[in-house]
């Protein structure tokens, strides 16, 4: 198996307010690892520590206790930092520059010589559809136009794990869905995507992995195709029902187009076919109910005593 892009192992992370002994546990014990090739998805509500988090792993905060590994490099390595690129939930670019002129900027900034990048510029920002306005001023631009080139800046030295945090803020309904395409295609050529969302379903579209914290602590994680599927009921097709079945009580039936659908839980899903085998009933499917992104991180997040 190939060695982890991202390593967070018992993490810990304490501020302590200036002139002040009063302190704040921001992250607590927290452990996670994102795999090569992975769109891995970091959640949790406001005040969480996601943002704590990716400071950490950008190298801009130390972890009080723990250790943090990128691409098995103490974060902040340059070594690591080559093979990133990043976008905040919260930037602001020159906006007296045009789009090629800063992406020429930060391409100094990371140490290449723009003349000798080629067509790289108009292809990223044909990318990022932002060729066309090339000679207009960043300043005049929407604030989709602004993220999308916040991306094309994360995507200039083609790095292999690319960390998003809200990447499609801002951005209208087709903007967004231009971003999730961008993603996927990101995702084919093998880079890492780490990323932070408050839209849910946007990231179920295009997540491998999920990891939740809430409180600065870890709540859940794990492959989201596993956490979707680990619904507690079962969906069954029928021709027909009889009204006399004990487990009826504690089931939910309704009209379907080919008979009826009944809702039971797992535990009882062997118990509900064999006894309608036994009335006679055609049992035309059968079938677990698959949770979604958001009903999984509403549930854990409001779990009481849960991650305090």
């Keep these: 198996m190939a060695a982890a892009v991202i390593e967070f192992q018992h993490v810990t992370k304490v501020y302590k307010r200036l002139f002040s002994e009063e302190k704040l546990a921001a992250l607590s014990d927290v452990s996670f690892e994102s795999a090569p090739g992975q769109v891995c998805a970091f959640l949790g509500p406001n005040g969480a520590g996601k943002t704590t988090s990716i400071s950490i792993l950008m190298g801009f905060f130390f972890a009080s206790s ?144 999920v990891i939740i914290i809430n409180r600065g602590k870890m709540v859940r994680s794990g492959r989201l195709r596993d956490l979707l599927a680990a619904g507690r009921q079962v969906e069954i097709l029928a021709d027909r029902v009889p009204e006399d079945l004990p487990w009826l009580r504690t089931a939910t039936v309704e009209p379907a187009p080919r008979g009826v659908r009944i809702l039971v839980d797992v535990a009882g899903k062997r118990e509900a076919v064999e006894s309608l085998w036994a009335a006679g009933c055609d049992v035309i499917a059968m079938t677990p109910l698959r949770s979604t992104l958001e009903e999984l991180f509403l549930k854990e997040v409001d779990q009481p005593g849960g991650a305090q």
């Excluded at 919260?90 to 045009?98: D, E, R, S």
């Excluded at 080629?118 to 060729?131: D, F, H, Q, R």
């Design 66 to 209: 723990g250790e943090v590994r990128v691409f098995g490099y103490p974060p902040g390595d340059l070594r690591a930092k080559k093979q990133i690129g990043f976008l905040p939930e919260n930037f602001a670019f020159h906006k007296f520059l045009t789009a090629p002129k800063l992406l020429r900027f930060h391409l100094q900034l990371a140490g290449r010589n723009p003349a000798a990048a080629g067509s790289l510029i108009p292809e990223l920002l044909a990318k990022v559809k932002l060729n066309g306005y090339e000679n207009l001023k960043i300043g005049k631009y929407s604030r989709g136009m602004v993220q999308r080139l916040g991306i094309a800046q994360a995507l200039l030295c083609n790095p292999q794990l690319v960390v998003l945090d809200e990447p499609t803020s801002g951005l209208d309904p087709a903007g967004r869905r231009e971003v999730l395409q961008l993603l996927g295609q990101m995702k084919a050529e093998g880079k890492t995507i780490f990323i932070s969302s408050h839209i849910l379903p946007e990231v179920e579209q295009i997540a491998d992995h």
